[in-house]
């Protein structure tokens, strides 16, 4: 199985700070990533597929880069409606896997 | 608009079985493939397997094999996952997801569906 590493665990930061999450694949995916975000009591919310594309209606302070085996997403002027657990996940090869997840709280 | 309706919560013995259910409406069933994800606080997220609601075709993680058997009924755009011969360490949220095309982001969940297995 394709191994998702993602730190940090956790992370506060302020609003309006820019928020960086990093994802590392345990061999290369080919940019088959998705990065979501999930709220508590919720389900997982698509944000970012294909490593850097946008999904509909997600705010363009989201973003995703990364190639190979390294990926990140980007949350730019943090909003207090980003306090969520942000997950990982790579569909390039079953079993689809996904990262611990990073807890994300406001300083 | 594309939602996916699971079946309520659950608390089931140690040692039976249980079907959850997943309905789907907004868009075409058999458009997409379903998928079913486990979420506990210790292990994460895991992704138990797909159905293609068209063929019926499936795939398993192999951790999850002769533990859970997805189905689907076309005609109510309902898809099912049967979990079996439980123990307390399948107690967990369980969530189908949709994707198109098997190897692909995962656009739209359902709310999730809690287990407890519990004597």
């Known amino acids: 199985d394709i191994r998702m590493t993602q730190s940090p665990a956790s992370l506060s930061a302020s609003l309006g700070e820019t928020v960086n999450i990093e994802c590392l694949a345990s061999e290369d995916i080919y940019s088959d990533l998705a990065w979501y975000q999930q709220k508590p009591g919720k389900s997982p919310q698509l944000l970012i597929y294909?490593?850097?594309s946008l999904q509909n209606g997600v705010p363009s302070r989201f973003s995703g880069s990364g190639s190979g085996t390294q990926y990140s997403l980007k949350i730019n002027s943090l909003q207090s409606e980003d306090v969520a657990t942000y997950f990982c996940?790579?569909?390039?090869?079953?079993?689809?896997?996904f990262g611990a997840g990073t807890k994300l709280e406001l300083k | 608009q594309v939602q996916l309706q699971q079946s309520g919560a659950e608390l089931v013995k140690p040692g039976t079985s249980v079907k959850l259910s997943c309905k789907a409406s907004g868009y075409t069933f058999t458009s997409n493939h379903m998928n079913w994800i486990k979420q506990t606080t210790g292990q994460g997220l895991e992704w138990i397997g797909i159905i293609n609601p068209g063929s019926g075709g499936t795939s398993y993680n192999v951790k999850f094999k002769g533990k859970a058997t997805l189905t689907v009924d076309k005609s109510s755009s309902t898809a099912f996952m049967q979990l079996s011969s439980l123990t307390p360490e399948d107690s967990a949220v369980y969530y189908c997801?949709?994707?198109?095309?098997?190897?692909?982001?995962?656009?739209?969940w359902g709310q999730g569906v809690m287990v407890t297995v519990s004597s």
């Open positions: 996940q790579q569909y390039n090869n079953y079993p689809n896997t």
């Open positions: 997801a949709r994707n198109y095309g098997g190897y692909s982001e995962l656009d739209y």
């Open positions: 294909n490593a850097n």
